[in-house]
C-alpha cells in the first residue's frame, strides 16, 4: 500500500488528523486527491515530513 487515509497518516505520525491536515494546507505535506473528497498521502511523504531536531547539548 502506497498511499493512506488522513486518519492512517494521523496514528503512523502521533499527531491528530487536524495537525495532517495544517500540514496538507501549508504544504509540508503533499497530498492527493482521489475522486471528489478522497484524500490520500504518500507514504514516503510521510517519512519526509519528519526531520532531525538538533540537539541542544553536544
Known amino acids: 500500500m502506497d498511499y493512506v487515509t488522513l486518519l ?3 496514528e503512523l505520525m502521533s499527531v491528530s ?3 495532517v491536515r495544517r500540514r496538507i494546507a501549508d504544504g ?3 497530498a492527493y486527491r482521489c ?8 507514504i514516503a511523504d510521510l517519512d519526509s ?6 540537539s541542544a547539548r553536544w
Open 49 to 54: 515530513a519528519f526531520h532531525r531536531i538538533p
Open 28 to 30: 509540508t505535506l503533499p
Open 35 to 42: 475522486g471528489r473528497r478522497v484524500i490520500r498521502v504518500r
Open 8 to 10: 492512517q497518516a494521523a
Open 17 to 19: 488528523v487536524k495537525t
